[in-house]
């Protein structure tokens, strides 16, 4: 995997937490904010952090944004500040503009200025919260055209079968991408075609949601 090196405009706790994770996965990450005790908090997790504000042009030009791969802007519930940043960005040529929206309004304006994401994280949890109470075993339901979800399943009435007899792929439309054995805690993936499956062993596969509802595993 590359390495990434990505901005993060506002040290909230979205921006925070965000900038973790991705230090977590290996990346390389920037952090900018103006309160000092939010950039005293991230200087810890962060490759490099600066207090700055971002709203000042000049500040983002002199720390060189544009050669970051992406900049994410999450300035809290700043509609202004919000809009005039990600222009900022898109002016200086910072090559992916992803920036966290408030409001239905807010993500208009963002588009219309040609950022590259937009993005609101209330509406995406609230969904996959949404489907996951709705659809037991859901682990994620992905935003594509085809509904598609990824579910873990509990085998019971497939046990004594292979994967290769049940052939899901055809049957059912959806594609087994990893199983835990019964007793076991990790996954494996790539799972083996001639496998006799066990009660209590679990199934991850992923394929539209509706079908993925109708399986009797």
Do not use: C
Not at 110 to 116: E, F, K, Q, S, T
Not at 159 to 179: E, F
Not at 189 to 211: M, Q, S, T, W
Request: no cysteine.
């Amino acid at each position: 995997m590359a390495v990434m090196q990505i901005g993060i405009i506002g040290l909230g706790k979205f921006g925070y937490h965000l900038g973790k994770n991705l230090v977590d996965m290996g990346h390389q990450v920037l952090g900018l904010d103006a309160d000092p005790e939010k950039v005293r908090d991230a200087q810890a997790v962060f490759t490099q952090v600066y207090q700055l504000e971002a709203t000042d042009k000049k500040a983002l030009e002199q720390i060189r944004v544009a050669d970051m791969s992406h900049m994410v802007v999450s300035v809290g519930h700043s509609m202004e500040a919000s809009i005039l940043i990600s222009l900022y960005l898109k002016e200086l040529g910072v090559q992916k503009v992803w920036v966290k929206a408030v409001s239905t309004d807010h993500e208009k304006v963002l588009r219309r200025i040609g950022v590259d994401e937009v993005f609101i994280p209330e509406r995406y949890a609230a969904k996959q919260l949404a489907h996951r109470l709705a659809n037991p075993g859901l682990i994620e339901f992905l935003p594509m055209d085809q509904h598609v979800a990824i579910k873990e399943l509990a085998v019971e009435a497939w046990a004594g079968k292979t994967l290769r007899q049940l052939d899901l792929t055809n049957s059912a439309g959806v594609q087994v991408i990893a199983y835990r054995l019964r007793g076991e805690k990790n996954y494996s993936y790539i799972p083996k075609a001639d496998e006799i499956l066990r009660p209590g062993d679990f199934l991850v596969v992923v394929g539209n949601e509706k079908r993925l509802g109708e399986l009797k595993p």
